[in-house]
C-alpha cells in the first residue's frame, strides 16, 4: 500500500480527497463524529477509515438492557450500508494493535498497515475489574457489549439468581437485565447508597427503597474481598464478615479508559489513566486526537456518552476548517433506572463554593436544588417531577428563581404550580431538549419548518432523543406545534422602568410638597428657583409636554396598524422610559407644589395617569414570567387596566394645552 506524503493539517487546504483520515473506535462517540463529518460535508474531502474490534456495526449502549426484555430490539445506530453509502470505510472486527507515528500509520491485528495524515482515537473505556480473587471463574461476567450481554443471557438459562457488582448507573442497568431475565437479583454497592457519584445519601436511600420494591435486594457498604466456587454457583465473601451465594455475577463496577494505543505509542496520559488533550482535542501529538471516554481534559476524563458526542461535534467542526473548542462537559444525567426516574444536572452533589441546598422529599421523591446566590447550579431528583427540564433550561442558563419559587419548593416541591406548567412549546429557543447530543429547542423548531413532519424525521435531522430516548416524549410535543409563541422582549428595562415611576409616586405622596428656602443666603435657595422663577419653570414645562407629546406618539404603534416599524416590545420600552422622565421633569417643574383649580386638575391627572402606566408595565413585563393563580390574575386584570390608562390618558392633552393658553396668553 503506497504511504501518502506529509500533508497540511488543515482540511480546508485540501482541494481533493487525497487527505487520510483514521478513526480508531466505532462506538456511539466515534458515530457521533462520522455523523457530523457526513453532515458538514468533509467527505469530499478526506477519505475516512474507521476500525471496530466488534462484529457489529455502532450501536446504543445505554440501552443495551432492551436486548434482554425485547430480544429482536435492535439497538444499531446506522446500518453497515449507510457507512458506504456515505462513503466511509467501515473495517469490523479489527483490532488496530499498533500507532506508528513517524510513518504516520496505524498496524492491525491481521498485519495490514493504514496511513493517516489526521488520527482519531475514539477507544472508549473497559469495565473497572475489582483486583480479587475469584473474577476469572466461571459464572462471571462483564457488562459492556452486545457480546457480553449475549453470553449472560446464555449462561442465565440455567440460573435463578444473579449478583450485580455496582450500584452506579451500568450496574442498576446490570440489575434490571437480571430482573428481566427472570433472576433473583442482588445489586451489590460498596457505598453507603446506590449512584454515590450522582445522588446524596438521602437521594440514595430512596432510590435503593423504591429499587428493592421491585424485588430486587440490595446490599450497601459491601466490599467484595474475594470469590469462590460453590456448587455450580458462587460465593462472594465480603469485608464485613457476610457472605452472598447466587449462581452468576456480572461485574459493573466502573469503567477505565481505554489507553494502551496510546501509552505504548508514547504519548501523554493522565496520571490516573486517560489520554490528555487540549481544548483543541489534540493530543502530544499534533497529528493524532481523541474524543470520548478514553480522553482526559483539563485532568477531567467524562464517563458519559453526553460529553464524549461534545467532543465529537467540536473536532469535527474544525476537520471542517471550523476554529471552536472543547471547554467543559455536561455530565447531566437524566434516565429511568428500574421504572424510577432518576435526574443529577450540574452540580448534582453540591460541590460548588458557598452554595446552599433546598431540599424536598415524601415517601416516593426526593427533590435537590443547589443554589449559587439566587440561582441554580445543581438539581437532583429522584421519582418523578414533571418540572425537570425546566429546571435544567434554569441551571443551563444561570436564570435566577422568585423568592416565592423557592418557598413553594420548600412546602410542596414544585418551582411552579401544578396547574400551570408551560409545555415545552412555551420555553426559550435556548431551552435544551436533548442533554445528551445538546439540541436545544429552537434546533427542534428550525427542523419542524423545513419540513420535517414527526418525531422521527426531526431526530434525523438533529439527533434528538437519538441517544437515550428519555426526551423523545418533549420532541413529539414539539413536533406537533408549528407557530412561535409570542414573546415580550426587553421586560427588565420595562419593569425597571415600571418601578421606577411608581417609587416617585410613593416618595411625593409620603413627603409632600418640598419646602421654599427660608432663606436668599441658603443653599436649597438655588434649588427652589427650579419651581419658583420663570425661566426654569418655562424650560421644564416644555420639557414635561415634549416628552409626555413623544410617549402618546410611541403609544400610537400599537393603535394604528400602518405603523410596523420596528419591534413593539422596544416601542413599549420607550413610551415607559419617557413617561418616567417626564414624571422626573414634573418634579423639577412644580416641587410637587400643584396649585389650584386648572393647574391642580393637571397635575393630579398627569400624576394618575403615570400610575396607571406604571402599573400596567409592570404586569405586562412579568406577565409571561410568573405562572399559576397569580399569572391568570394578571393575565385577567391586565387589560383592564390597560384601558383605565388610555381612558385617563385622553384628557391629558386638552389639560395641557389650557394650561399653555391660560399660563402665557392671559
Known amino acids: 500500500m ?10 480546508t487546504a485540501v482541494a481533493t480527497k487525497t487527505a487520510r483520515m483514521v478513526v480508531v473506535g466505532n462506538g456511539m462517540v ?14 469530499q474531502d478526506w477519505q475516512v477509515d474507521i476500525f471496530g474490534e466488534e462484529p457489529h456495526a455502532a450501536y446504543d449502549r445505554v440501552r443495551l438492557s432492551r436486548l434482554f426484555s425485547d430480544e429482536h430490539s435492535s439497538l444499531t445506530l446506522s446500518p453497515k450500508a449507510w457507512y458506504e453509502q456515505v462513503g466511509l470505510n467501515l473495517v469490523t472486527s479489527q483490532k488496530v494493535e499498533a500507532i506508528d507515528r513517524v510513518n504516520r500509520e496505524v498496524i492491525c491485528h491481521d498485519g495490514r498497515h493504514y496511513p493517516y495524515d489526521r488520527l482519531v482515537l475514539a477507544t472508549g473505556s473497559r469495565p473497572f475489574v475489582p483486583p480479587i480473587e475469584g473474577t476469572d471463574l466461571p459464572g462471571v461476567f462483564l457488562y459492556r457489549t452486545i457480546d457480553d450481554l449475549q453470553k449472560i443471557r446464555d449462561y442465565a438459562s440455567k440460573c435463578r439468581s444473579a449478583a450485580v457488582m455496582g450500584g452506579g448507573l451500568l450496574g442498576l442497568e446490570a440489575g434490571k437485565a437480571a430482573l428481566d431475565l427472570g433472576l433473583e437479583a442482588h445489586v451489590v454497592e460498596v457505598a453507603p447508597s446506590l449512584m454515590p457519584r450522582q445522588l446524596d445519601t438521602a437521594g440514595g436511600a430512596l432510590l435503593k427503597s423504591r429499587v428493592e420494591e421491585l424485588g430486587v435486594h440490595v446490599h450497601v457498604l459491601c466490599r467484595c474481598e474475594r470469590i469462590e466456587p ?3 454457583g458462587l460465593r462472594l465473601h465480603f469485608t464485613n464478615g457476610e457472605s452472598l451465594c447466587v449462581d452468576m455475577l456480572i461485574i459493573s463496577a466502573g469503567i477505565v479508559p481505554r489507553d494502551e494505543l496510546a501509552r ?3 504519548l501523554e496520559i493522565a496520571h490516573r489513566g486517560g489520554i490528555v488533550v487540549n481544548d483543541q482535542l489534540r493530543t502530544s501529538d499534533h497529528h493524532i486526537y481523541a474524543i470520548g471516554e478514553c480522553a482526559v481534559h483539563r485532568e477531567k476524563h467524562y464517563g458519559l456518552v453526553g460529553p464524549g458526542i461534545q467532543m465529537a461535534e467540536v473536532l469535527a467542526a474544525n476537520c471542517c476548517g471550523e476554529k471552536q473548542e472543547f471547554l467543559y462537559g455536561d455530565q447531566s444525567a437524566k434516565l429511568k433506572l428500574m421504572g424510577v426516574d432518576v435526574a443529577a444536572l450540574g452540580d448534582a452533589l453540591g460541590e460548588t463554593p458557598n452554595s446552599r441546598i433546598v431540599a424536598s422529599s415524601t415517601q416516593q421523591s426526593y427533590r435537590k436544588l443547589i443554589f449559587a446566590g439566587n440561582c441554580i447550579v445543581g438539581a437532583t431528583a429522584v421519582g418523578e417531577w414533571d418540572e425537570i427540564d425546566r429546571v435544567r433550561d434554569l441551571i443551563t442558563h444561570a436564570r435566577r428563581l422568585w423568592p416565592w419559587q423557592v418557598s413553594r419548593f420548600r412546602r410542596t416541591g414544585r418551582l411552579w404550580p401544578e396547574d400551570a406548567l408551560d409545555s415545552p412549546w412555551d420555553w426559550p429557543d435556548s431551552a435544551v431538549i436533548c442533554s445528551c447530543v445538546g439540541v436545544t429547542k429552537g434546533q427542534i423548531c428550525e427542523a419542524t419548518r423545513n419540513g420535517a413532519a414527526d418525531a422521527a424525521a426531526v431526530t434525523t435531522l438533529t439527533r434528538a432523543s437519538s441517544v437515550c430516548g428519555t426526551c423523545h416524549p418533549l420532541v413529539q410535543q414539539l413536533c406537533g406545534e408549528r407557530q412561535t409563541p409570542p414573546k415580550t422582549l426587553s421586560w427588565k428595562v420595562l419593569l425597571g422602568s415600571s418601578i421606577a415611576t411608581l417609587l416617585v409616586i410613593m416618595a411625593m405622596l409620603i413627603v409632600g410638597p418640598l419646602p421654599f428656602a427660608d432663606s436668599v443666603q441658603s443653599t436649597w435657595h438655588s434649588i427652589d428657583a427650579m419651581w419658583r422663577m420663570e425661566t426654569p419653570k418655562q424650560i421644564t414645562g416644555y420639557t414635561i409636554f415634549g416628552l409626555t407629546a413623544l410617549g402618546l406618539a410611541f403609544a400610537l404603534r400599537k393603535r394604528i396598524a400602518r405603523i410596523t416599524w420596528g419591534d413593539f416590545a422596544w416601542w413599549r420600552v420607550a413610551h415607559a422610559v419617557l413617561a418616567t422622565l417626564a414624571l422626573a421633569g414634573l418634579l423639577l417643574h412644580t416641587g410637587f ?4 383649580n ?27 414570567r410568573i405562572t399559576g393563580a397569580l399569572g391568570i390574575w394578571i393575565r385577567r386584570w391586565r387589560p383592564r387596566l390597560v384601558w383605565l390608562h388610555l381612558m385617563l390618558s385622553w384628557p391629558l392633552p386638552v389639560l395641557l394645552l389650557f394650561h399653555i393658553i391660560t399660563v402665557y396668553y392671559f
Open 2 to 11: 503506497h504511504r501518502l506524503q506529509p500533508h497540511n493539517d488543515n482540511a
Open 30 to 43: 466515534g458515530h457521533a463524529f462520522c455523523q457530523s463529518l457526513v453532515r458538514r460535508g468533509a467527505m
Open 230 to 232: 460453590l456448587g455450580e
Open 264 to 266: 505504548d505509542a508514547e
Open 593 to 596: 407644589h400643584f396649585g389650584s
Open 598 to 624: 386648572l393647574n391642580f386638575v393637571l397635575a393630579v391627572t398627569f400624576v394618575i395617569v403615570n400610575f396607571t402606566g406604571s402599573l400596567t408595565g409592570m404586569l405586562v413585563a412579568l406577565e409571561n
